[in-house]
Every structure is written in C-alpha cells, then in structure tokens.
C-alpha cells in the first residue's frame, strides 16, 4: 500500500464541534499511525477483556490478543486476580489458549516448564544442573488487572493509577443503569477479524445519525427525538427512552420508562444496556493492525438457561443487528482509501445536540489528536 504523509493535527483539532471535520484518512489506513497508537494508547491504556464472571472461581482463565500481545487472566487459588504476558520467559512460548480452568501450574508447552498461578517459577527442568540459574529471574511478567464496574480490565502500563482514574464517574453511571451487573453471566459471543480500523468502529458508535437509515429494528424502539449524548471526558453515555418492537426489543408493560443506555469507555469498549435493564451487550475491541480489529460482540442474561424469547433476541443480534454495523465499518473503511473521498468528512454536530449530532465523535476525535501531539 503507497505510504502516505500523515498530517500533523493541531492541539485543538475539533474543539468546536459545531465546525469539525474528521480526522483524516490517513489515520485510519497508515501504520506508523497504527504504532503510535500501540504505544501510547493501548500499551497505556485500561482495556476491558471480559465479564467478572468468567473469572468468579480460583483458577478461572481467559487470553485476550491486544495490539499483538497474548495476555492471561488468571484467578489464583488465593482468589486473587492477577495478568500476565502469555508467553513463557524461557523461549517465548505460548502457555495458555483460549479460556477455561487452569491447573494449579501452568505448565509450557514446549520444555514443560512450571508456573505457579501469581506467575512465580514453580520448576524448570534440569535448571539445577545450569549454572548461575537464576529462579526469581524466571517468572511470568505481570500486567496490572483491576475488576471495575463488574467487568475486568487489563493495562500493559505498571505505573498505570486505577481503572476509576482513566474513567471518573462512569461506574457509578453504568451500576444505576444495569444494578444488576455483577450478576450477569456470558450468553453468546460473536468474534470477527473485522477489516475495519479501530477508530472506525467507534466513529460508528458514537453517533444516532446512522440508526434510522442503518438500524431499523432498533430505531423502531428507541425515541430518537429524545435521545442525548452527553460528554464526560474519557467516557460518554447515549440515553434514549424506548418501547417494545416487534422488529428489536419487547419491552415488559411492567416496566416504568423503559430506556437504552450505550456507554463508550475509552479506548475501545462500548457498554449496552437495552431496554429491561435486566441483560446487556458489550462490545470488546482489540486492534490487530491499521486495517484490522478483531471484536468480541458479547450478550449476558441472569439466567443460565435462555428462554425461547432471549434466544430469539440472541438471534437477532447475531443475524440482523450485528452485521448491520460490521457491513457499514467494513465499507467505511474501503472508502476511506478511495481517490473519491476528500480526505476528511464533514462532523454533523448540530447546535441542539440532538439525537442525530455528531458531536461524539468531535469529542473523540479531539482526544486522538491530544494522543499524537509529540
């Protein structure tokens, strides 16, 4: 691909949202763009990998790929929750895949060696016949991990402050919307390698002015003409009040003021609570290059055993909802590299602050810029 010149963006690049353009495009397609962003927004950066309830027991374990690392999550039998680089510092092997219940080691595939769960060398084969074998030179490296708001976030940063520090307020905001978070539990997962740079799966989030055109399922139960999107720095949250579909959400009559709730948390995760109040959906990024993100599009009920109505809903998600919005990230992104597109897009911020303003993405646009001034 032709290499293009990035252009620099002004410290204030669109601090008036009412007269903004996008980022240009270079920025979504270009890998030294891509690498900048590695370093100092997602090796610095809190990013949410799963629900608590994925890791509620000792030895519970998932793997996440973020920006081309393997980390591990791992629930010891202390009940502490503690990360690690998922390689061996042996010979760089991968320990663990997937997600499940580890043993009380970890155990390398390779040369077999041993890890306790706090990621201490347990044992190495033949080291006390190597000499000046240095144990306490031969653990896992830790990244920091932090349950917050009933999910659990990662952060590659060792002098990184609190998960609460990068979002102030937002898990005060998210417990009022959804009280009960803390007990959901993993319904469904969708995973694609999505041909869509990262940034471009949030610009889509971050606005309503696609949902009539683009959603009309959820737009049939979501009030657009009532619907905000208030800015809180490092976090936004989009209200709108909702009724019962045929085409998306039934909403029980026994519901007072029924509402949707879409928090956006940087960098890249977006927290969904539909109508009900009673489940949620969530969808993880994790950038895999400039021009790719692979995405965990997830659903959590209270129940374990979904009713024939929740396994409908689970089905349209899969099959209407979701591919909606990959379909138009997908585009998006091979529009962007066009000779017919301008370079940058108009930022459609209205005065009001409408349901349909862009404004979001104004506001998120001006904190990427903040991320590549030198």
Known sequence: MKTIPIAKLPADFCADPSNAWTIPASYYTQDSVF????????????????????LAEANDYVTREVIGESIVVVRGRDGVLRGFYN??????HQLLEGSGKAKNVITCPYHAW?????????????????????KDKASLVPVKVEEYAGFVFIN?????????????????????????VDDLKLAARF????????????DNYMECYHCGPAHPGFSDSVQVDKYTHTLH????????????????????????????????????????????????TVIYEFPMSAEVTLQHYEIYFLNEELTEEQKALVEWYRTVFRPEDLRLVESVQKGLKSRGYRG???????????????????????????????
């Open 87 to 92: 390689v061996c510092p042996h010979r760089g």
């Open 35 to 54: 690498d900048t962003e590695k370093e100092k927004i997602f090796a610095d950066s809190w990013i949410c990998v799963a629900h608590r309830s994925e």
């Open 156 to 180: 590659m940063n060792p002098e990184a402050g609190s998960v609460e520090d990068q979002l102030p307020g937002m898990e005060a905001k998210l417990r009022a919307a959804c009280p009960v």
């Open 344 to 374: 940058q897009g108009r930022i459609m911020a209205d005065h009001q602050r409408s349901g349909i303003s862009e404004h979001g993405i104004a506001h998120f646009h001006q904190l990427i810029a903040q991320q590549h001034q030198d």
């Open 233 to 280: 720095g490092n976090w936004t949250l989009q209200f709108g009040l909702a009724k019962s579909s045929e085409k998306s959400f039934k909403v029980d009559e026994s519901i007072k003021d029924p509402s949707f709730s879409g928090f956006w948390a940087w960098p890249c995760t977006m927290f969904n609570v539909p109508p009900g109040a009673n489940f949620m």
């Open 114 to 134: 041993t890890f306790k769960l706090d990621g201490e060398l347990a044992h190495a084969r033949n080291c006390d016949n190597v000499a000046n074998f240095d």
């Open 191 to 202: 995973v694609t390698e999505t041909p869509a740079n990262w940034k471009s799966i949030v």
